[in-house]
């Protein structure tokens, strides 16, 4: 949901293509006040999504009018001279929606003045008949003209042809002679590093409730991929006042931009981006992603006990550790672990000689443990390892708690139990911790918060599971011999 | 030796009972938290067990605050043996036992001197909670020594043997003896070493005996053959552990008790999550039992006594594993 809503992206590094389309008019000032006018693409435009557009034109002001398909950029000056250039630029994104019959606006078919001559509406008239006889829907008399129009041994279409009109006019006037709804529209071929472009005329024909775009010279329907329709509005391209010469024309470059990082930004206004965690300020957020992750090493410790059947030191000690060991780095972070835990153990044999009550013993341990870790960090630092200094990230009060229980389990079930349950919990802790820095976890669960709702699933059903441990059936390995 | 892994497959024909379907079916459905306490405290248990007339070795005194455990001397004056116990221990940590005093000194069960303030500093760290769960403030029991029973001689090392009986919906299910060893440290614990030895419902008498899982059949320490071992007086046994049931109201429990020579038996402690290494003891697994009791329509009339005349008929050791699948 979140996905299709939003456009954030399920896989880590996923990039997306982003479309940096630059249009510049150019015209000579014969008197002011000036003003030029400029079609802009819909902001969906099929195949597209426009998510900025800036203008720079210096000393002129700038406003965007109209909506959808009648988007217009406007400069305005009070009084100018000699040549002038004005810029817009639009970034936009290749999207899969076709946006074709979402934005239209729907136009009455528009009565076109007839200035032919007698020849050629002779001949207008004939190449229409030829059309219609061949042709059973509005599509396919389009194809048709477009056909007849296009053979050179036809001499009608030559007449026609010769006139002023371009292409797409023509074919236009056909249209609207035949009852069609049809309009101009301007596209842009959108090339990587491309520069000097001009719009490619096109025509769009209204049939079953949509337009369709038809290529003029070439009879294909559908806009192409790489076509972007920046003008659609049947109105003219560019209106300069104040100005002769005038000219439009477009370059483009193409640029990917990570995907997650562009979700952010075109889709700003979806629910799903209102409930992730992004809007929050970028501090909390880091600590989030954390956070978030927690589950994901939660699991991990239900799934050691209650399946594998390891023993850790206290229940989800690993998953703190773990967490420590994404802010250290896990060599580092299980190098400098072990250190503070044996340091600690040393110590605590020197306490339990003091005959201290429990309370007290664990204060001062959490004393000696900061002692420690800051004797360890300068001393770091003084060698010239910085790494000492990562050792602050473990919380101390877990490390101060581990140490006195590990201190006990050594008196009572001698060392062997406290390696195999130290060793445990170091296990799962770096298993936590691979799962856990692993970017695609990362990026799920930031991203996607509502997946850890998997998570609690699988936790709640490993809860029920009533199978063996796999510890099990080493521990019940007797059982073979009976 | 053999693999040193079994099948899952052949874990199910012996009905072998897991440590996850142990909490979920057993340990979270019939035992109810709220009479948690009665069990994982020994002092209640004791004064429960007291109320119902249950024996249990007799209560000393009891340290409560800091500030008793300097004028401890004087009541341990009169006292030439004791067991010394934190009231919320698990798995026997924590326990001191006095055999008798040399001079100023007393002597342990291992035969080491130690002095009072040996004895005063246990009993600090068992108040600060060293030994209890979660490290919450305890208390610490002084009790009357077991004089444990003739028939164990040459069967343990230090420690006092003792007779753990699974009672389900107050049926005994299923028994073992625990010894003591040296690779123990004269403690009952089967994962430290202790020896274990699955006993037969019926009759009391050894059936199989098993030290760190692997079967065995002489004592490690001693040599003693504990095919031999047959406990006598097996029936107010099972009665005892069986009583522990109505005395509780806990469905799964574990009951430890200890043959006194002078007092019979005794109920040591309860235990409502009791370990599941008892199966590898018996060479069966507890579950086709479990489930007989449970699918049986239980008459809650029956007594004690009837209880155990159920269990001893049915359960009696005779049968061979495929049966009890069937049972099932």
Known sequence: ?482 | MSKPWVSIRRLREFGMLGMNCRNVDFINRYNQRKYFPLVDNKLKTKLLAQEHAVPTPGLKFVVREQHEIRKIERQLADLDSFALKPAKGSGGKGILVVTGRQGDHFVRSSGALIEITDIRRHMSNILAGLYSLAGSADVAIVEDLIAFDDCFTGYSYEGVPDIRIIVFRGYPVMAMLRLATAASDGKANLHQGAVGVGLALDSGRCLKAVQFGRPIKLHPDTGRPLSDIRISGWREILLLASQCYDMTSLGYIGTDIVLDKFAGPQLLELNARPGLAIQITNGRGLLPRLRHIEHMAVNRRFRAEQRVEYSMRQFAQDQSPAQNVDAR
Not at chain 1, 105 to 124: H, I, R, T
Not at chain 1, 315 to 323: C, G, H, N, R, S
Request: proline share 5%; hydrophobic share 45%; charged share 15%.
């Open chain 1, 1 to 482: 949901m979140r996905h299709l809503s939003a456009g954030t992206p399920f896989l880590p590094g996923q990039e997306k293509s982003v479309w940096l389309v630059e249009a510049r008019v150019d015209f000579d000032v014969t008197e002011g006040p000036v003003s030029a006018s400029l079609g802009l693409p819909d902001a969906h435009p099929p195949g597209f999504e426009l998510f900025e557009e800036q203008a720079a034109s210096p000393g002129y002001g700038f406003t965007v009018l109209g909506k959808g398909d009648n988007r217009r950029a406007e400069w305005t000056k009070r009084e100018a001279e000699g040549q002038q250039s004005l810029y817009y630029s639009a970034q936009l994104v290749e999207s899969d929606s076709d946006g074709a019959s979402a934005s239209i606006v729907v136009f009455p078919p528009k009565e076109y003045n007839n200035y032919w001559e007698d020849a050629q509406e002779l001949a207008a008239q004939e190449v229409l008949g030829l059309a219609r006889e061949k042709s059973s829907s509005p599509l396919s008399l389009t194809r048709e003209l477009i056909k007849l129009l296009n053979s050179p041994s036809s001499q009608n279409a030559g007449l026609l042809r010769s006139d002023t009109l371009g292409q797409a006019e023509l074919l236009i006037h056909f249209l609207h002679r035949a009852d069609i709804p049809a309009r101009y529209v301007m596209g842009l071929y959108l090339e990587d590093a491309r520069r000097r472009q001009l719009l490619t005329p096109m025509v769009e024909i209204y049939t079953k409730q949509e337009w369709l775009l038809v290529n003029p010279k070439t009879g294909d329907v559908g806009v192409p991929p790489n076509l972007l329709l920046w003008h659609r509005g049947g109105v003219s391209v560019l209106d300069v006042s104040g100005g002769k010469n005038s000219r439009v024309h477009f370059s483009m470059i193409r640029q990917t931009v990570p995907a997650a990082q562009l979700a952010q930004v075109t889709k700003s206004d979806s629910v799903f981006s209102r409930l992730g965690v992004q809007r929050l300020p970028i501090e909390e957020q880091s600590m989030f992603k954390l956070l978030l992750l927690l589950p994901l090493g939660a699991a991990v410790v239900v799934f050691m006990r209650v399946i594998i059947g390891l023993k850790t030191s206290g229940t989800f000690m690993p998953v703190l550790i773990a967490l420590a060991f994404l802010q250290t780095s896990l060599v580092e972070g299980l190098i400098s672990f072990v250190l503070v835990v044996a340091a600690g153990l040393a110590l605590r044999g020197y306490l339990s000689r003091l005959n201290l009550l429990l309370v007290s013993r664990i204060a001062a341990l959490i004393v000696l443990v900061i002692f420690m870790i800051s004797a360890f960090s300068i001393i770091g630092y003084q060698l010239g390892y910085s790494a000492g200094m990562t050792i602050t990230f473990f919380p101390m009060i877990i490390i101060a708690w581990t140490i006195e229980r590990m201190s006990i389990l050594w008196e009572e079930d001698g060392p062997s139990e406290v390696m195999s349950q130290g060793g445990g919990s170091l296990l799962v802790a770096v298993i936590a911790y691979l799962l856990m820095q692993m970017p695609l976890f990362v990026h799920l669960t930031f991203n996607f918060p509502e997946l850890n709702l998997v998570l609690l699933a699988s936790i709640l059903a490993m809860g029920q599971y009533t199978g063996y441990k796999l510890s099990e059936l080493w521990r019940f390995r007797a059982m073979d011999d009976f």
